[in-house]
């Protein structure tokens, strides 16, 4: 229970004790300053506990966004100030700071102490003070009664629950997603908050209808077909549902964004499976297509990732490209042709649940593989463009990002520690030229060569070099982002390329498996970082061997193993790193109070 301290009894016909009872607040009265320090300090420490102007005026869900919000240790509103557990120091500091003596011994001359005061004494103390963004509602404090008459007439005018419900929707999304499913799954979202669902709920709904969808296309017959596509579209409108509880309730948990972010994966990945599946009861193979699609669109997020981290916070951030790109975001058209052809996940789905439907796998596949290639083009261009005619200092932070993103095992560091000294002389571009040539070297290869040869395990080899002499130094360069996806290219590629010249049954599908065993580890490593609590132990790195040492296992296999002997050393190899990365995953984001990524909606 929250505890909410109203400074001064509640103005008459006030509904204030009322809206914050219905938020989930104990009301008590202070009368005065003393009160509010002995009231504040008997709320257990455990408990959130909100300081309210007992003259303050405005809409509930002001209130709500301010006072509930659990992702934010400090938060206020005009005449409204909240702290959840790990911010009452902070509050009790400021209380003291506001009145200007010492707790038990305030100025009992002064008739409250105001929110207001009080956030401006968290101001000056630095903490950290979220104030939401209220648009058309209103919070005010107002001082006589005709200003308090204006406000109420204010409050009225606006309709309290329709911003609630507007503002649950995300500002930015893409065109498929804004105009064909959140005009009506946000009532959904409604429904299930008024009845109780939470976010995770939802989420693990959308899970469970993904997953009878890919069973329902591993029949492999068109109603099969045509109730896989329908499916997927309900657990993506699911998938939007979730999220939308989350922001109409305020319902944000840590594990409620892992959740959210790994589950995305899963859904589509366990989906290819289920139209691989279905393919082959067809007699038609295409696990080859269906691991291809997977390893380009891990690799497109980890572009995405490597990029977005390499200049969450470089300074003088500014180029050319950027301008250009701000420019044509002004213009309304153009906004939506961009979003929609980097075939995100609303405009993806679709394109696959639609052609499931009415097509075969290979249909599919070969449309997905086109759509995410060109996409990936687009958007890698344009962020090499970007990097090169940006100007800008990439921090300490940014480095250590990608370094933890390159996901380097024992055989990778020791190159680098043996290389560091003469790194450094290298130029600017040399580590991602490094680990291009490589990778290239490696995937080559592992197609070119047959089934057997030491070839492949040789380019391993000098793969685990290259890669060590690309981490070499710290990745600060303007194009070290792109090392990371250099890396996990090569590493899926390579292990699709042996699992395929193996060409016996069973090798393509235990690829599959542990592509998507170390996937999910890499997804892992970028969520963990987005989170601020940095990347898995370095243990699990070690253990699981690195992108370098995976590789070698792997070619080490090929060139051992009789063919008919590769498909079930995958998929051991599979199975331990999932058992690994699965448990030590799921251990931390379930016991490590790691704070939810952000994910705000629109502006109300």
């Known amino acids: ?27 008590q009265v202070s009368p005065g300053p003393a009160e509010t320090a002995a009231l504040l300090a008997a709320v257990p420490a455990a408990e959130r506990v909100a300081v309210v102007d007992a003259r303050f005026v405005g809409h509930v869900h002001s209130l709500r966004l301010a006072l509930t919000d659990p992702r934010f240790p400090l ?56 104030r939401p963004e209220l648009g058309s509602l209103v919070a005010t404090v107002p001082g006589d009664p005709q200003a308090r008459n ?47 669902f939470t976010p995770n709920q939802v989420t693990t709904a959308s899970l469970i209808t993904a997953l009878i969808a890919a069973a329902a296309a591993a029949t492999g017959t068109r109603g099969g077909f045509i109730a896989a596509g329908v499916l997927l579209l ?12 989350a922001r109409y309730s305020l319902q944000y948990s840590t594990l409620g964004a892992w959740l959210d972010a790994t589950f995305d994966r899963a859904k589509e990945y366990a989906y290819y499976a ?81 052609l499931t439907a009415v097509a075969t796998p290979r249909i599919v596949f070969y449309a997905l593989l086109v759509g995410c290639a060109f996409a990936a083009c687009y958007t890698t261009a344009g962020r090499l463009l970007r990097s090169l005619t940006r100007k800008a200092v990439r921090t300490e932070r940014a480095a250590r990002a990608l ?12 190159v680098a520690r043996a290389a560091r000294t003469a790194a450094r002389r290298l130029p600017a571009f040399a580590a991602p030229a490094v680990a291009l040539i490589g990778g290239g070297a490696l995937v080559a290869t592992a197609a070119l060569a047959g089934y057997g040869s030491y070839a492949p395990l040789a380019a391993a080899a000098l793969y685990a070099v290259t890669s060590g002499l690309a981490v070499a130094r710290p990745l600060s360069g303007p194009l070290d982002w792109l090392v990371p996806p250099v890396f996990r290219a090569a590493e899926y590629s390579a292990i699709l390329a042996l699992a395929a010249r193996a060409d016996v049954p069973g090798a393509l599908p235990a690829a599959f498996g542990l592509v998507s065993a170390v996937a999910y580890h890499h997804y892992d490593t970028v969520y963990r970082i987005r989170g601020g609590t940095g990347a898995p132990p370095h243990w699990l790195v070690r253990a699981i061997g690195g992108h370098e040492g995976r590789i070698l296992a792997v070619a080490l296999l090929a060139a051992l193993l009789p063919a008919a002997g590769f498909p079930i050393a995958l998929t051991a190899l599979a ?9 030590e995953s799921v251990r931390f984001w379930v016991s490590s109070g790691a704070p939810a990524v952000h994910d705000e909606g629109e502006t109300a």
């Open 1 to 27: 229970m929250s505890t909410a301290i109203l400074t001064g009894p509640p103005v008459p016909g006030s509904p204030l004790d009322g809206d914050l009872r219905s938020l989930g607040f104990d009301v």
């Open 75 to 130: 938060a206020a509103v005009p005449g409204a100030v909240t702290a959840a557990p790990e911010g009452r120091g902070a509050l009790t500091r400021a209380l003291t700071a506001a009145t200007g003596t010492g707790a038990l011994a305030l100025d009992t001359a002064l008739d409250t102490v105001a929110p207001d005061a009080l956030a401006e004494a968290l101001d000056a103390d630095g903490a950290a003070v979220h």
């Open 150 to 196: 204006e406000a109420r007439q204010a409050v009225a005018a606006v309709d309290d629950e329709a911003v609630r419900l507007r503002s649950a929707v995300k500002a930015r999304d893409g065109f498929f997603t804004t105009y064909c499913v959140s005009p009506y799954s946000r009532y959904i979202a409604r429904w299930c908050a008024r009845r109780g």
């Open 234 to 245: 309900l657990s993506f409108v699911l998938d939007c549902t979730d999220g939308q509880v």
């Open 274 to 354: 289920g139209l691989a599946l279905g393919a082959a009861r067809g007699g038609d193979d295409v696990w080859a297509l269906a691991l291809g699609a997977m390893v380009l669109q891990t690799c497109r997020h980890v572009v995405d990732f490597s990029f977005n981290e390499a200049n969450h916070d470089a300074i003088s951030n500014t180029s050319p490209t950027a301008a250009l790109s701000d420019k044509l975001d002004s213009v309304g058209w153009t906004v939506w042709v961009r979003r929609m052809i980097v075939l995100p996940i609303g405009e993806r789905w679709a394109m696959i649940a639609v």
């Open 403 to 414: 370094a933890d993103l390159a996901d380097s095992g024992p055989l990778a560091e020791a």
């Open 575 to 583: 199975a331990v790193i999932a058992l690994v990365v699965l448990v």
